[in-house]
T-cell receptor, first 111, second 115 residues
Framework: GQNIDQPTEMTATEGAIVQINCTYQ??????LFWYQQHAGEAPTFLSY????GLEEKGRFSSFLSRSKGYSYLLLKELQMKDSASYLCAVRVENSGYALNFGKGTSLLVTP | AAGVIQSPRHLIKEKRETATLKCYPIPRHDTVYWYQQGPGQDPQFLISFYEKMQSDKGSIPDRFSAQQFSDYHSELNMSSLELGDSALYFC??????????????FGPGTRLTVL
């Protein structure tokens, strides 16, 4: 299996920047995904990394270091609607392309 | 744009009953995945289908089975339901799984409650 670790909870202020870390241990790494999930709703895709480096999409950026088994999701200019759970998921070769999710980080954005 | 459709959205069953969940992937998507998410838990992969053939199995109990039909919709059949089966069941679909990136699009989920 894959060990995927994320902080359980984080709190940040509206307008600020927050970084959510994810570490993983896996063989046959084939990509890392970040999803956002509001309570009781479907996960929605945020970003994908398969090579080392930073991927930027608007207010969201994601970084990957394969040698360190480490990724982070960076959220800028936080808005109240960003309060949600953020799921780090790893895809592994020879797994039918299924996603292995971490426990998720519950982010609370305060005024 | 069309999204993944799941039905029913909510389902209440008694222990030992059966349930069938349906998933209609985004048109032209060739791969369907089923995930189970218990309360406060992360989604757990159950099973996937690629071009109507079973692609991979995750932590799907033997009491559950699934298939993908000629129109690419998929059904998850659950028998001898247990209290622990109460969860959100998500279906996700993707296009061309061999393409780099291969984002999975999730449906709204079916909330199953077993009493």
């Amino acid at each position: 299996g894959q060990n995927i670790d994320q902080p359980t909870e984080m709190t940040a202020t509206e307008g600020a920047i927050v970084q959510i870390n994810c570490t993983y241990q896996t063989s046959g790494f084939n990509g890392l995904f970040w999803y956002q999930q509001h309570a009781g709703e479907a996960p929605t895709f945020l970003s994908y990394n398969v090579l080392d480096g930073l991927e930027e999409k608007g207010r969201f950026s994601s970084f990957l270091s394969r040698s360190k088994g480490y990724s982070y999701l960076l959220l800028k200019e936080l808005q109240m609607k960003d309060s949600a759970s953020y799921l780090c998921a790893v895809r592994v070769e020879n797994s039918g392309y299924a996603l292995n999710f971490g426990k998720g980080t519950s982010l609370l954005v305060t005024p | 744009a069309a999204g993944v459709i799941q039905s029913p959205r909510h389902l209440i069953k008694e222990k030992r009953e059966t349930a069938t969940l349906k998933c209609y992937p985004i048109p032209r998507h060739d791969t369907v995945y089923w995930y189970q998410q218990g309360p406060g838990q992360d989604p757990q992969f159950l099973i996937s289908f690629y071009e109507k053939m079973q692609s991979d199995k995750g932590s799907i109990p033997d009491r559950f089975s699934a298939q993908q039909f000629s129109d690419y919709h998929s059904e998850l059949n659950m028998s001898s339901l247990e209290l622990g089966d109460s969860a959100l069941y998500f279906c996700a679909s993707s296009l061309d799984r061999d393409r780099d990136g291969n984002e999975q699009f999730f449906g709204p989920g079916t909330r199953l409650t077993v009493l």
